[in-house]
């Protein structure tokens, strides 16, 4: 009988060694795999973290371009934007075949950009005189909404002022673009 023990006790000495070594490479699967994973979190987090701060930077921009554009109505200066193109003249520029001042769909990395004194974005300023719906009304289009008359809203004589800004994230891999239809009575 002592000799049956033994042969068997002979048989299983690798067996427990063998088991241990599959449990610890499942385990060490498993935490790469959960590194992977925290990896690509802390990445997707960073981008968009970066996208977050171009569109701030973005909208800091275009707001700033707004102040600017008031000053032109106000006072009468040039508010530091220089000479402002007309829409008819910028629409061939920009290759926008459509009379849409909403510039979807067009590619804005041929836009001529200027740099903002004030903050790290981009702006492109473009007056929006002789803007027409595809019906042939200036108010009413998407470029000179209809508003009515009251105090605040614009008159016919108010002009309209189409402003982007573009801003690019801390790491440069993230860009934003904002646009708003400006006017100013």
Known sequence: MNSILHTTH??????????SLM??????????SAANVGIMQERMAGS?????????????????????VRQISEAGTDGGLGSIPIWSDAQASL????????????????WPWNN???????????????ATSAGGGVFGSACRPMQSQNAGNPGEAAIYYLIAARAEGPTGRAEAVVQSIYFWP
Do not use: K, M, W
């Open 10 to 19: 002979h048989r299983q000495r690798g067996a427990a060694l063998f088991i």
């Open 23 to 32: 449990f610890l490479i499942i385990l060490t699967l498993i935490g790469i």
């Open 48 to 68: 968009v973290r970066d996208t977050n701060i171009a569109f701030q930077e973005a909208e800091a921009t275009l707001r700033g371009v707004e102040q600017r």
């Open 95 to 110: 290759g926008i075949l459509r009379n849409d001042c909403t510039l979807s769909g067009v590619d804005p990395s041929g």
């Open 116 to 130: 903002s004194s004030d903050t790290e974005g981009q702006y492109v300023v473009i007056e929006l005189s002789g």
